[in-house]
């Protein structure tokens, strides 16, 4: 079996012992929040719906608006609950307009919470590497690799290798000379495309990187399953994280690319009141007494955390 296959199989077993003895948090404030920025990206990842996002979504916009994203932040003043946020969800954040100013924003209102990237790296350029290192704009950032081999990844990607890997290069070297340096993750998705070559990626970037993000596509795009991991277990998202797209709704997860189950509207409720609404409250019973197959999105979708 390929190393793979057996890591992810390993991990999901060992998920499956933890969250079976594990109750999930009771958070009257979400402890992750994700804030989709832009919709707008340059790459093409195979596993990623993102080319059939505004097709598919017609609320959906390029960019958040401003008053949009300052009352998401504004309304998270105070609340000693939320740990992180992570200014992107099916976008390029390097390509959003206002981008650093945003964040200024972000580490201005909430100066104890932790930002994390999440980046193809293509656009992640000297000059804006610069600025995020030297204002010290990101505490995290997760680089979207998912291959080892040029071919694999042009082909995977639609990017250039050559532009990624300088770029990444880059941020690594200059980080290393900042006395709190950023926390640099690069993620690996499993796919038939890439077996074989998760030992290798490992290997080239061990020791450069603080850490390794390794999972699966199912529940993207929902191609042809890499591993399944069909669970009746609740899913731990939706108890301490909220997602925000682009035109001000909030999704069930991460996952939601089409905004097929909306637990409230920035525009009309506050964040207390969506994470604490009606509509996310039904979702988590279902959850707690294994009944989310009742729910279409959670019945479809194999991936789990």
Request: proline share 4%; with cysteine; glycine share 4%.
């Given at each position: 079996?390929?190393?793979?296959?057996?890591?992810?199989?390993?991990?999901?077993?060992?998920?499956?012992?933890?969250?079976?003895?594990?109750?999930?948090?009771?958070?009257?404030?979400?402890?992750?929040?994700?804030?989709?920025?832009?919709?707008?990206?340059?790459?093409?990842?195979?596993?990623?719906?993102?080319?059939?996002?505004?097709n598919k979504d017609k609320k959906r916009?390029?960019?958040?608006?401003?008053?949009?994203?300052?009352?998401?932040?504004?309304?998270?003043?105070?609340?000693?609950?939320?740990?992180?946020?992570?200014?992107?969800?099916?976008?390029?954040?390097?390509?959003?307009?206002?981008?650093?100013?945003?964040?200024?924003?972000?580490?201005?209102?909430?100066?104890?919470?932790?930002?994390?990237?999440?980046?193809?790296?293509?656009?992640?350029n000297k000059d804006k590497t610069d600025?995020?290192?030297?204002?010290?704009?990101?505490?995290?950032?997760?680089?979207?690799?998912?291959?080892?081999?040029?071919?694999?990844?042009?082909?995977?990607?639609?990017?250039?290798?050559?532009?990624?890997?300088?770029?990444?290069?880059?941020?690594?070297?200059?980080?290393?000379?900042?006395?709190?340096?950023?926390?640099?993750?690069?993620?690996?998705?499993?796919?038939?495309?890439?077996?074989?070559?998760?030992?290798?990626?490992?290997?080239?970037?061990?020791?450069?990187?603080?850490?390794?993000?390794?999972?699966?596509?199912?529940?993207?795009?929902?191609?042809?399953?890499?591993?399944?991991?069909?669970?009746?277990?609740?899913?731990?998202?939706?108890?301490?994280?909220?997602?925000?797209?682009?035109?001000?709704?909030?999704?069930?997860?991460?996952?939601?690319?089409?905004?097929?189950?909306?637990?409230?509207?920035?525009?009309?409720?506050?964040?207390?009141?969506?994470?604490?609404?009606?509509?996310?409250?039904?979702?988590?019973?279902?959850?707690?007494?294994?009944?989310?197959?009742?729910?279409?999105?959670?019945?479809?979708?194999?991936?789990?955390?």
């Open positions: 079996m390929a190393y793979e296959k057996t890591y992810l199989k390993l991990r999901n077993l060992l998920k499956q012992v933890y969250f079976r003895f594990h109750k999930p948090k009771k958070l009257n404030f979400p402890e992750i929040m994700s804030i989709e920025l832009t919709t707008i990206c340059n790459a093409t990842c195979k596993f990623c719906p993102h080319s059939e996002i505004l916009v390029l960019v958040m608006s401003e008053p949009i994203f300052k009352k998401i932040i504004d309304e998270s003043v105070g609340h000693k609950e939320l740990k992180m946020i992570k200014p992107s969800l099916y976008g390029e954040p390097a390509l959003t307009p206002h981008l650093f100013d945003r964040l200024r924003y972000i580490r201005k209102k909430l100066p104890n919470v932790k930002i994390r990237l999440i980046s193809n790296g293509s656009e992640m600025i995020l290192i030297n204002e010290r704009l990101c505490d995290e950032i997760n680089f979207s690799v998912d291959a080892d081999k040029k071919e694999t990844f042009e082909d995977f990607k639609g990017l250039s290798w050559e532009k990624v890997l300088t770029n990444i290069n880059y941020f690594i070297s200059k980080n290393n000379q900042n006395k709190k340096p950023v926390k640099i993750i690069l993620s690996f998705v499993c796919t038939p495309e890439n077996k074989d070559q998760l030992a290798g990626f490992k290997k080239r970037w061990k020791g450069k990187v603080q850490a390794f993000h390794i999972g699966s596509e199912s529940g993207l795009k929902r191609r042809k399953n890499y591993i399944q991991k069909k669970t009746s277990l609740y899913c731990s998202q939706i108890f301490d994280r909220m997602n925000f797209l682009s035109d001000g709704r909030a999704v069930l997860c991460c996952l939601d690319a089409y905004g097929e189950v909306i637990v409230g509207d920035i525009k009309k409720q506050s964040v207390s009141e969506i994470w604490n609404g009606t509509a996310i409250q039904k979702i988590r019973k279902l959850h707690l007494e294994g009944k989310k197959d009742q729910i279409p999105l959670c019945a479809i979708c194999d991936e789990w955390y």
